[in-house]
């Protein structure tokens, strides 16, 4: 096993071992100071590894996208970078499998906000978007307050809506569907998410205000600028193992594809790989503290569904009239809603540049055709619970012990996203002395509440007007 040396460099060395958004952004910030190597096993930097060309265009899979409302150190950092990114339409509808749309919504993009319009052709539907709409925009603005209650304290998001007598219908044909897509995981792990983490996402700061945002040359610009600065960048290196040593320092064992392995000392290493695949690096650490981390990265649990980006128009709405950028179908019996983009339809670039339609399914519940299927890929996600909390407390105070830090989506007390990849790297970062202050955001003070724009509380009390008309009673206004 060879030993590699160390380069001439006054500076500290760290590892990063990870290259998706927190490992790319831990290892920009820490080369402000450090001599930072760079550890990914695919062939390619990870965040960029399955983005593919297709049909005239460069895609991500899976799909990234960001709103500048709940994403603001990811905003700031793109500025700062220069990489372009413009409002992309994630106007959506919901359906059952061969039924037409009971639920859509077009996007009027304006300024930078993307004001939702509702848009529906069937009639025998009409009522049940009404409802839909009007549960939707009450959650918007009062679920902040009586997540404040003391008995909401928490609460799971099941039993948070049962609590505050929100209708099954709104959790099960509209917010449920739309949180699956989301943070990419079924139906049951949904309800198991911390009330408090949706609220913040969809009340607090999300909202209705903030267009949807695609970085315009997609990841493969991002992962070129964040890795720039490093030392080394290692792809194509399968780490065995992250060893704290006694004596101080970290030892990493990888290997090179068709190569020997390699021991190599650093002085600090950035874990940027899921919770199971750290938890694994770490298993033959000897100390308490990596025992005890260990322990709580295995608490936190995974949910595995397919992407498949393909040509098969025979998974979109059955009718042409409802196909939407995003088609949320939902099937009685399914565990998870499945998703398909239309790609030409989410932003400009890609429609200037795909030369037919082309389309990324999230789960599928039916399977495209064979001849038709470009990209079929498995993915895992995090999914958060009342376990995964206390896990994340542990890991929190764990940080930096034995030189070992974790970054990563799952890593922080909110929405497994990619803002939280980001924030999760400048608090590491941050700990190790790095500068941080012009990409870290600073929230506004609280201004005594979430209140909806004049906009939506009109259409609102225009729905409620519909409402009535139509028969029953806006009981939540």
């Given amino acids: 096993m060879a030993e590699h040396p160390y380069p001439v460099a006054n500076k500290e060395r760290i590892a990063v071992v990870g290259s998706g958004i927190a490992g790319l952004t831990a290892a920009h910030l820490l080369s402000r100071k450090y001599a930072v190597t760079i550890f990914e096993r695919e062939h390619t930097i990870g965040m960029d590894a399955f983005s593919t060309d297709h049909a005239g265009a460069r895609m991500d899979i899976p799909l990234r996208v960001f709103s500048e409302a709940y994403y603001p150190s990811l905003c700031k950092l793109y500025r700062m970078l220069g990489v372009r990114y413009h409002a992309a339409d994630y106007s959506f509808c919901l359906l059952r499998p061969d039924a037409p749309a009971y639920f859509r919504y077009i996007n009027i993009l304006r300024a930078g906000k993307a004001i939702p319009v509702p848009c529906l052709w069937h ?99 991002v992962a070129e600028r ?32 068709g190569g020997g392995e390699v021991r190599e000392k650093f002085a600090q290493v950035v874990l940027a790989t899921q919770a199971n695949a750290s938890q694994e690096l770490l298993s033959g650490a000897k100390s308490a503290g990596a025992a005890a981390l260990v322990g709580a990265l295995r608490a936190v649990r995974y949910e595995r569904h397919r992407v498949v980006l393909h040509e098969d128009a025979s998974l979109m709405p059955p009718s042409r009239a409802d196909w939407s950028p995003l088609n949320i179908e939902v099937a009685a019996d399914a565990g998870a809603a499945s998703c398909t983009v239309w790609m030409n339809r989410i932003d400009a670039a890609l429609a200037s540049s795909l030369q037919r339609n082309v389309f990324q399914t999230w789960n599928p519940t039916a399977e495209p055709a064979a001849d038709l299927v470009v990209v079929d890929l498995p993915f895992d996600r995090p999914v958060m619970n009342a376990k995964t909390v206390e896990a994340l407390a542990e890991v929190r105070d764990r940080q930096g012990e034995g030189g070992v830090w974790i970054v990563g989506a799952y890593s922080r007390l909110s929405m497994p996203l990619l803002e939280n990849g980001v924030q999760s790297a400048i608090d590491v970062a941050t700990a190790l002395g790095v500068d941080c202050s012009d990409i870290a955001f600073v929230p506004p003070k609280a201004d005594g509440g979430s209140a909806l724009p004049t906009l939506f509380l009109l259409l609102a009390v225009v729905l409620g007007c519909v409402c009535v008309a139509l028969g029953f009673p806006a009981s939540l206004y």
């Avoid at 099941?158 to 569907?177: M, V």
């Avoid at 995981?185 to 949904?190: L, N, Q, R, T």
């Avoid at 080394?232 to 064992?253: C, F, I, L, Q, S």
Wanted: net charge positive; hydrophobic share 45%; aromatic share 10%.
């Fill in 123 to 221: 009639l025998g539907s009409l009522a049940k978007c009404a409802r839909l709409l009007l549960n939707w925009l009450h959650f918007l603005r009062h679920s902040p307050r009586l997540l404040e209650l003391p008995e909401s304290a928490g609460l799971s998001l099941a039993s948070f809506l049962k609590l505050h007598g929100y209708p099954k219908e709104f959790a099960t044909d509209l917010l449920l569907p739309m949180l699956s897509v989301v943070c990419t995981c079924s139906f049951a792990a949904v309800e198991e998410y911390p009330a408090a983490f949706v609220v913040d996402y969809f009340a607090d700061k999300y909202g209705l205000s903030g267009a949807q945002c695609r970085a315009i040359d997609g990841t493969k610009a």
């Fill in 226 to 257: 964040l890795s720039a600065g490093a030392e080394r960048v290692e792809v194509g290196a399968a780490v065995a193992a992250v060893t704290p040593e006694a004596g101080g320092g970290v030892t990493v064992r990888w290997r090179r594809r």
